[in-house]
């Protein structure tokens, strides 16, 4: 996998689908993987609706580097990700917005 550019403060597009739902969130981060982190981190169940043990495991599946988002192909400054959790699926699309 070919290793990303850093862009110092970058916008990213964060969107989760979740139990039906789709969940969209902006923030500013140097990679794709750190935008996922902040944007793990400042979840919010005002933000999204998601089990506080769903959160949990995902959280430790960041900690423990078993997730890196996967980069698109076809696409630029556009990664995936996807969990099965519970029998609940999470799908996660980051987007760079701006550079």
């Known amino acids: 996998m070919k ?5 110092p403060n970058a916008l990213f597009s964060i969107i989760m689908e979740y139990q039906g739902g789709t969940y969209i969130r902006q923030l500013r981060a140097n990679s794709a993987l750190e935008a996922f ?5 400042k979840m919010t ?14 959280t430790s599946l960041i900690s423990n580097e078993i ?14 990700g996807d ?4 029998r609940s699926h999470v799908g996660v699309t980051i987007i760079r917005t701006e550079a």
């Open 83 to 86: 969990f099965t959790i519970s």
């Open 3 to 7: 290793k990303e550019a850093s862009s």
């Open 45 to 58: 169940s005002i933000d999204t609706p998601i089990k506080k043990k769903h959160h949990k495991r995902l």
């Open 37 to 41: 982190h902040v944007w793990l981190a």
């Open 67 to 80: 997730f890196t988002p996967v980069r698109i192909n076809g696409t630029k400054n556009v990664w995936c």
